[in-house]
């Protein structure tokens, strides 16, 4: 079993940026690839950014557009979303995710844990 601890939300500007965090307790974390969806009102939950174990490989929604950046601490079995020149369509609850199956992996029924997420409000 892991547990996901996300935090790091809140309320930014338009332009703004934020630093998501998730920490995870349980396995060890190098064992899984670390993956943040996000879900906004109304709107069904999607993926946004992974990022494989040992190696780092990333991936990323199209609606990033370099704008969002993933990385992973193994030492501090955490991961992060940097998320730079924040728009209010980015509003949403932002989930982390872990999978062992793969990091290129974007459904959700591909993923076996999740944390409660982190709310992110945009205002312009």
């Known amino acids: 079993q892991v547990e996901l601890v996300e935090s790091g939300g809140g309320l930014v500007q338009d332009g703004g940026s934020l630093s998501l965090s998730c920490a995870a307790s349980?396995?060890?974390?190098?064992?899984?690839?670390m993956a943040w969806f996000r879900q906004a009102p109304g709107k069904e939950r999607e993926f946004v950014a992974s990022?494989?174990?040992?190696?780092?490989?990333?991936y990323y929604a199209e609606f990033v557009q370099g704008r969002f950046t993933i990385s992973r601490d193994d030492a501090k079995t955490s991961v992060y979303l940097q998320m730079n020149n924040l728009k209010p369509e980015d509003t949403a609850v932002y989930y982390c995710?872990?999978?062992?199956?793969?990091?290129?992996?974007?459904?959700?029924?591909?993923?076996?844990?999740w944390g409660q997420g982190t709310r992110v409000t945009v205002f312009s």
């Open positions: 990022i494989s174990r040992t190696i780092g490989d990333t």
């Open positions: 349980g396995r060890p974390f190098s064992w899984y690839n």
């Open positions: 995710a872990a999978n062992t199956g793969g990091a290129w992996l974007k459904r959700l029924t591909e993923y076996d844990y």
